[in-house]
């Protein structure tokens, strides 16, 4: 299997164990969604206000599809934002949106690449509150 079936698989479920983590993110989506209809203003939306969260990430998240895989992830469930890899060998990224959304992606990315031995795993070195970005529409890699 590769990874791009591996990530596939923990988006759709992967059997009885990723029920719950589907279960989740569903969820988030519908509450992306939600958001997309209309019930937001100013970064405020019916289900909380929308935050932006910065993160370094540190570990094995160069070369291992990292930068996809966040991409894949965030805008599985509606967040906003974008990652870069850094010259030292980190990712940064920055998350929008309501707090369940930007909390989905951070667990996808730890069940996926903390989950399995043969990717080295990750840890996050630094997470902090940033400014929320209005009109930002999606989420993207840098280079």
């Known amino acids: 299997m590769g990874l791009l079936s591996d990530i596939r698989r923990m988006l759709e479920g992967g059997g009885a164990a990723d029920e719950l983590a589907q279960n989740e993110l569903e969820q988030v989506r519908q509450m992306a969604a939600a958001a997309d209809r209309g019930e937001a203003t100013m970064g405020e939306t019916a289900l909380g206000p929308k935050v932006r ?6 570990g094995s998240v160069q070369g291992v599809g990292f930068r996809w895989t966040t991409t894949n992830l965030a805008n599985s469930v509606g967040a906003t934002g974008w990652v870069m890899n850094e010259y030292d060998g980190s990712v940064t990224a920055e998350i929008q949106g309501i707090r369940e959304q930007v909390q989905a992606v951070i667990d996808g990315l730890d069940r996926y690449y903390n989950g399995r031995r043969y990717l080295g795993g990750f840890r ?3 997470a902090r509150d940033v400014d929320v970005v209005e009109g930002e529409f999606d989420f993207r890699p840098l280079y």
């Open 124 to 126: 996050i070195d630094e």
């Open 53 to 58: 969260r910065r993160y370094r990430f540190v």
